[in-house]
């Protein structure tokens, strides 16, 4: 167990609609990463917070938003869903806002748009 | 466009044998690298880094060298073992950057 909880684990919606992603991070840890993995692809990077700050943004297209809370906890919204967007994502979570530290990942959340 | 590149998909090797995976990156401002390893159901765990100020990282059986001349690492495992069975990332950082660049993973299966 890394620590970190993300829900739901799986996500099944339908086109056009709106989802949100949770991601609670390791007790302590003030960086929140977000990651997209479709299928036979690497970690695409989305979207750091540290600290409730966004530190860096990835390839997260502009229907895709995230914030982290006073609480640390995350959350990506996903709008306008396309079929594309299925995949899962991951949250990963580290003590320091420097991405070489280790980062303790959540088991991911999968999303089928239908 | 890919920055990390882990050209094998898979790799099978007999138990107590020596697992070699490789990848290769084309961002020459990428000064840290990192090794991800990944369970199905999981989400990765780290397993080991090296910084571009070395060329090997060694810690128990697995060890990492980096050739930065050629930008190629790779991920050394000896023994294998079956519980070494997953899949692989290797990633890498620029300096002063906030992000992870991941490549797409290398299945290792290992073979009692």
């Known amino acids: 167990d890394s620590g970190v909880t993300q829900t739901p684990k799986h996500l099944i919606t339908a086109t056009g609609q709106r989802v949100t992603l949770r991601c609670s991070p390791r007790s302590g840890d003030l960086s929140v990463y977000w990651y997209q993995q479709s299928l036979d692809q690497g970690l695409q990077f989305l979207i750091h917070y540290y600290n409730g700050e966004e530190r860096a943004k990835g390839n997260i297209l502009e229907r895709f938003s995230a914030q982290q809370f006073p609480d640390l906890h995350s959350e990506l919204n996903l709008s306008s869903l396309e079929l594309g967007d299925s995949a899962l994502y991951f949250c990963?979570?580290?003590?320091?806002?420097?991405?070489?530290?280790?980062?303790?990942f959540g088991q991911g959340t999968r999303l089928t748009v239908v | 466009d890919q920055q990390v590149k882990q050209n094998s998909p898979s790799l099978s090797v007999q138990e107590g044998r020596i697992s070699i995976l490789n990848c290769d990156y084309t961002n020459s401002m990428f000064d840290y690298f990192l090794w991800y390893k990944k369970y199905p159901a999981e989400g990765p765990t780290f397993l080991i880094s090296i910084s571009s100020i070395k060329d090997k990282n060694e810690d128990g059986r697995f060890t990492v060298f980096l050739n930065k001349s050629a930008k190629h690492l790779s991920l050394h495992i000896v023994p294998s073992q079956p519980g070494d069975s997953a899949v692989y990332f290797c990633?890498?950082?620029?300096?002063?950057?906030?992000?992870?660049?991941f490549g797409t993973g290398t299945r290792l299966t290992v073979i009692p």
């Open positions: 990963a979570s580290s003590a320091q806002p420097d991405p070489n530290t280790e980062a303790f």
């Open positions: 990633a890498a950082s620029a300096l002063g950057a906030n992000n992870l660049f």
